[in-house]
């Protein structure tokens, strides 16, 4: 039996021990490949990010895609595919002209149909893109290279809105894959980014590959945020998928790959003390890491259940299971997230410090709660959310709450989220998730922040009243006006519990310190600008 070196680090790790390779060694035993990255990340199950907003698929979409505006450093829109834009003096249409150079995997160009497919398309589910879609009298080519947004009233924040980093994200795709409805996935996986997605390398459960788009020409600017240049340094990026992050942790030490995106807390002091290893925090926003409860299906049709959750939640207690380091987690009170500009304190009189048990059993029992199967969705393959679906479940129990735990993977999760029907057929109850604290501060683009029933997240939460003011949002003018009206949503949200907040935290990747040029931006990881060197 031959032992590798992977199989020896992961042993000493299980054991405890940060198993130590000197750099000789492995540079002895493992030619570094300077063109090719090799990147942990989790498994891509679904291709197409218009029909989920699962974060591998936006990743996997700013990789092959390319989008009509970037949002800079400073969170400011910047143009991307387009060349010049303009609008009329009376603020209702917008034209937009491509820049040269535009074409799509395949050999044939981008042209303003793809665009105005792709907007279409996007704005199916995108709820940024239904504000467009209402306002619009008219979205359609004028040549080539040229399109045209008409509006039957202004809209400030139409550049805003191109630009978003909530998700789903205005990936531009060619007319004949936009034309498909966004309950359809689209599979081709032909964008016009700057790199192409390797079909025959794909090995789904073990690794994507990504090839530099040698016919990809950036922007002239200088990178900046997701703006600017996407300039590609490397020839190939190869997605490794290793459920067991011991194994993965290993192989990091090992030179086997090069970025780890999602260390354990556990192994932080081993990343720290190895000098060929970093920490790098890229979401320096963080992640609000949240509860969703099933607004169609027993129990929690019924204000009173979900209010339940909201008291009995401990969020110190969640953070210690996600995020142990109290350096990297805080709590979270309000429903735009800590940090961000909306940020407020109405209506959080339910957060106690340490939950509050007793309250959530009495919220119970006037819900007329009567032993009802609660299914909570536990991701095997995210050991933090795994282990917090399972305390979850504990805490539930504890209150006499019939909570049963459904295992898969995440991808299985992703499926089975969809379902709106009874547990007994597939359906489910709760599920964790996260969402960054940027997106959490866009109620018009992001779709976790909507509570219009059926068309609203999973979950489907349903409040008229809600509604009503985040109808609002896009005819306000100031920011102080925005901050009234946030104040005024968050007491309504709480009120009738959108969803339940576990705590807000930061999660650095760990990475050799031969990659550099790493782009820390809310929500995306992008590929481009990365560099790969020797020592």
């Not at 789904?204 to 950036?218: I, K, L, M, Q």
Request: with cysteine; charged share 25%; proline share 6%.
């Amino acid at each position: 039996m031959t032992i590798s070196r992977r199989d020896l680090i992961k042993v000493g790790l299980a054991a405890g021990t940060a198993v130590s390779i000197p750099s000789l060694l492995r540079a002895q035993t493992a030619p570094i490949d300077m063109r090719t990255v090799r990147m942990v990340k989790g498994d891509l199950s679904v291709f197409d990010p218009i029909w989920t907003t699962n974060s591998i698929t936006a990743d996997h979409g700013a990789a092959i895609y390319d989008t009509l505006f970037s949002l800079d450093s400073k969170f400011m829109p910047q143009p991307q595919m387009v060349g010049k834009w303009g609008v009329s003096d009376d603020s209702k249409t917008y034209t937009f002209e491509l820049r040269d150079g535009l074409g799509w995997h395949d050999g044939t160009p981008v042209t303003a149909a793809d665009c105005v497919a792709s907007i279409r398309r996007w704005a199916q589910v995108a709820p940024g893109g239904q504000l467009i879609m209402a306002r619009a009298s008219d979205i359609s080519k004028k040549d080539e290279k040229t399109f045209t947004i008409a509006l039957k009233e202004p809209l400030e924040l139409l550049i805003d809105v191109l630009a978003t980093l909530s998700p789903p994200y205005l990936f531009i795709m060619r007319e004949k894959d936009a034309n498909l409805p966004a309950t359809e996935q689209v599979t081709a996986n032909i964008g016009s980014g700057p790199f192409r997605f390797n079909e025959a390398l794909a090995r789904p459960g073990a690794s994507f590959t990504y090839d530099r788009n040698g016919e990809y020409v950036p922007r002239k600017e200088p990178s900046d945020g997701l703006a600017g240049g996407k300039i590609v340094n490397v020839d190939r990026v190869k997605w490794e998928v290793i459920s067991d992050q011991q194994t993965a942790m290993a192989a990091l030490q090992a030179s086997e790959v090069d970025y780890f995106e999602t260390p354990p807390a556990d192994l932080f002091s081993v990343i720290e003390s190895d000098p060929d290893l970093e920490l790098q925090v890229l979401n320096k926003a963080g992640e609000n890491v949240v509860l969703r409860m099933n607004f169609l299906q027993k129990p929690f049709d019924n204000v009173k259940a979900r209010q339940a959750v909201l008291h009995l939640i401990d969020q110190d207690a969640f953070m210690r299971v996600i995020s142990p380091d109290p350096k990297y987690s805080s709590t979270v009170h309000s429903m735009f997230g800590s940090g961000t500009l909306y940020h407020n304190d109405e209506n959080t009189g339910w957060y106690k410090k340490g939950g509050d048990p007793e309250k959530a059993k009495q919220l119970f029992k006037e819900a007329e709660y009567a032993g009802e199967k609660v299914v909570i969705l536990q991701p095997t393959n995210l050991p933090e959310f795994d282990n917090a679906s399972q305390f979850l479940a504990a805490a539930l129990r504890k209150i006499g709450v019939n909570a049963e735990l459904a295992p898969s993977d995440w991808g299985g999760i992703v499926k089975r989220r969809a379902n709106k029907g009874r547990v007994e057929d597939g359906g489910w109850n709760m599920f964790i998730t996260s969402g960054s604290a940027y997106s959490f501060g866009d109620p018009v683009g992001y779709p976790a922040l909507l509570a219009n029933g059926d068309k609203a997240w999973y979950g489907w939460p349903k409040n008229d009243e809600y509604e009503a003011l985040r109808a609002k949002w896009a005819n306000v003018g100031t920011l102080e006006e925005r901050k009234a009206l946030a104040r005024k949503m968050q007491r309504v949200w709480w009120d009738f519990v959108g969803d339940v907040r576990l705590g807000q935290y930061v999660s650095p990747i760990a990475r050799r310190k031969t990659l550099t040029g790493l782009i820390g931006m809310s929500s995306l990881h992008p590929l481009w600008n990365m560099q790969k060197s020797a020592v």
